[in-house]
């Protein structure tokens, strides 16, 4: 694969991975169809991001709002995330599945990997949302038990994705302008780029794309 070369990588990318249910429907298939079809991209843009240095890659696989959805959806997408952790295990990968554990809709198959776990050698650190909330994610922080908050140390000391570092880019596939509750407070000072194509069709130009134009920006974090 002959490569571009880039001035700057971000070190972190959020994957939104949207548009498998308009995708199966465009193609007269039922919506729930539409996500076994994003497992394969995820795969092809996981050995894009570990070619171009990419040292972190975080998924967004289901919210806890998305288990409001019908349950045959609420059932393929629960197999589809499986499937993906599942088989990126079987890559370089240093890999931990970020969610509400407490919950039903948690897949029972994937609590081996809510601790971090390292596949060969670990060449990437990649996080996986499955049954994630925001609202959830921050009451970690904002418990009583964690009462030296004000004492210097920062929320995201405290949170369920505490491990999980600031995201430097987040591109999001399905035309959509918002975050989705993806991760905020990791995500407070990203760079945010749009695909309007849907997951399923992800191409490598998609982030090539994504990677030109983040190389553009003015990266200040406020400053």
């Known amino acids: 694969m002959n490569l571009p070369k880039f001035k700057r990588i971000p070190n972190h990318i959020g994957i939104i991975p949207d548009g ?3 995708w199966a429907e465009t193609r007269g298939l039922p919506k729930e169809s539409g996500y076994r079809y994003g497992i ?9 991001c570990l070619a171009l240095g990419v040292k972190e890659l975080t998924f967004y696989g289901f919210t806890q709002d998305n288990t409001k959805r019908p349950a045959r959806q609420k059932k393929a997408f629960q197999q589809a995330c499986v499937e993906s952790v599942k088989r990126l ?33 670990g060449l990437i650190k990649i996080n996986f949302l499955v049954n994630y909330g925001w609202q959830w ?9 964690n009462e030296s908050l004000g004492e210097g140390r920062g929320i995201q000391s405290f949170i369920a994705s505490s491990d999980v570092s600031r995201i430097d880019l987040i591109i999001r596939w399905g035309g959509r302008r918002r975050l989705s509750g993806f991760l905020p407070v990791q995500s407070i000072y990203s760079d945010f780029y749009i695909i309007d194509e849907y997951w399923p069709d992800f191409k490598n130009e998609h982030l090539i794309e994504a990677l030109r134009w983040y190389e553009t920006q003015d990266i200040t974090l406020g400053g």
Do not use: M, W
Request: hydrophobic letters at 30%; a neutral charge.
């Open 20 to 22: 498998n249910r308009r």
């Open 40 to 48: 394969e991209p995820g795969l092809q843009l996981y050995r894009l």
């Open 89 to 121: 295990a079987c890559c370089d990968a240093s890999l931990r599945v970020i969610g509400d554990i407490d919950s039903p809709s948690f897949p029972p198959d994937l609590l081996p990997y809510t601790e971090r776990v390292t596949f060969g050698s």
């Open 137 to 145: 994610d921050l009451r970690h922080g904002l418990s009583p038990k």
